[in-house]
């Protein structure tokens, strides 16, 4: 069995676990509590019959004898109550709310309306028993209750635990896959040392090769041999991106129009003679760059444009500065077949190609250069289905350079 079968497993088995381990906990104090419900309800019911006998008992001074059962007899917060709904006494409540001595002392503000309130609430849980017999004219008195903290504290106990084992999953689950993500990485970040590395000896001896038909043939001047070198050098510069891969790449700065001005005449020789390539706007603006990474940038872009465009087409970058900003904006514009409205975002993800041998890495890989180790944006600024497409790129300016001239 494979390491990702074995953590698959892990997580089912992790998830299974803690679904039998929850609906255990839910169910079992769904039981505790409405049993306490049920003892509580028949200590109420037990304490309004020692009420009832108390009118016999304390027929002289039946008030005080009342208050006195309340006080005793219960851990109930109850409330008395005459028939017209007035407060006669109450049990078990907040004591700095109640005790006028605590509230002194604790510097507690009297609220007026407490008892109100709690009667309120006992209204809505629990339905008033009636006691006659307590008044001349036979009118009744009503003794209200509520719940006990410990119940109510219980009530929302099932409540935490779903939240805790939810936290428990979603924490195992980004544990198990930043482990396998970190675990990816590594296996990515060495093949591609390993493939940087592997490139180094056929490289050096394409140079050699190259130097061996320049002095045999005499062809210093040849321009298909110049190519050649600046193929190898091409080589050279993605081997270089390859070994660096999982490094925190360095940012210096550098004049924009000329990193992509040297790239373009690079690429625009082997690409369709039928596209027109053309760089406008500011040629000083300065920007920190890494620039084996933003040819990387500007490649994925180009080739993506040469793309879409089918026959003759043009290929348009454009350098703005935005001096309120301190922001450079590049814009780099197709006359292809255009992109959806509704796939702008969409063209970013890894995977996404409307070619058949395409991998869709390219859009998705520049996003995160320019993103994370330059600290720009890119985006879709606009596109037309069958007249093309603008990308635009934007990167914080150097705002201090001394002025160079034109590469």
């Known amino acids: 069995m494979n390491p990702y079968e074995k953590k698959r497993r892990w997580k089912f088995f992790l998830l299974f676990f803690a679904i039998v381990i929850g609906t255990a906990s839910v169910f079992y104090s769904d039981f505790f509590v409405k049993k306490m419900e049920r003892e509580e309800t028949l200590q109420f019911q037990l304490f309004v019959k020692v009420t009832e006998q108390s009118i016999v008992m304390y027929d002289d001074d039946r008030y005080t004898g009342l208050i006195d059962l309340i006080r005793t007899k219960t851990k109930l917060p109850i409330i008395l109550t005459n028939s017209k709904g007035e407060i006669l006494a109450a049990q078990n409540l907040d004591s700095t709310k109640t005790n006028h001595d605590i509230q002194k002392k604790e510097g507690i503000t009297y609220d007026p309306g407490y008892f109100q309130r709690e009667l309120r609430k006992m209204k809505e849980q629990h339905p008033p028993t009636p006691i006659t017999g307590l008044e001349p004219d036979g009118s009744r008195w009503y003794i209200y209750y509520k719940d006990s903290p410990t119940l109510t504290q219980l009530r929302y106990f099932p409540y935490i635990q779903l939240a805790v084992i939810a936290l428990f999953l979603l924490t195992a689950y980004v544990a198990f896959s930043s482990a396998r993500k970190a675990e990816q990485d590594q296996v990515w970040v060495g093949m591609a040392k390993e493939t940087a590395h592997q490139l180094g000896t056929p490289i050096s001896s394409l140079m050699a090769w190259v130097e061996l038909i320049k002095s045999r043939f005499n062809a210093e001047d040849d321009p298909l041999i110049a190519e050649m070198e600046n193929d190898i050098k091409r080589l050279e510069v993605i081997t270089d991106r390859f070994s660096k891969i999982g490094s925190k790449p360095i940012v210096e700065d550098h004049v924009v129009y000329a990193v992509i001005y040297n790239f373009v005449e690079y690429f625009k020789l082997r690409t369709s003679d039928k596209i027109i390539f053309s760089i406008t706007g500011d040629d000083q603006v300065r920007a920190l760059l890494n620039v084996p990474l933003f040819d990387w940038v500007t490649e994925n872009l180009l ?7 089918e026959n003759e087409g043009k290929i348009t970058i454009n350098i ?6 301190e922001e450079v904006f590049i814009d780099v514009t197709d006359t292809g ?3 959806n409205r509704s796939k702008f975002d969409a063209v970013f993800q890894p995977g996404y190609t409307t ?4 991998w869709g890495l390219g859009l998705s890989l520049t996003k995160r250069i320019i993103e994370n180790y330059h600290s720009g944006q890119i985006f879709v600024k606009e596109s037309e289905l069958g007249k093309g497409t603008t990308f ?3 990167l ?3 705002i201090t350079y001394e002025p160079t001239s034109n590469t």
Do not use: D, M, V
Request: aromatic share 0%; hydrophobic share 35%; net charge positive.
């Open 303 to 309: 080739k993506n444009a040469a793309n879409a465009i």
């Open 396 to 398: 914080k300016s150097s």
């Open 320 to 325: 703005i500065e935005n001096l309120t900003k």
């Open 392 to 394: 635009r790129i934007i």
């Open 337 to 339: 077949k255009g992109i």
């Open 355 to 358: 070619r058949k041998r395409g």
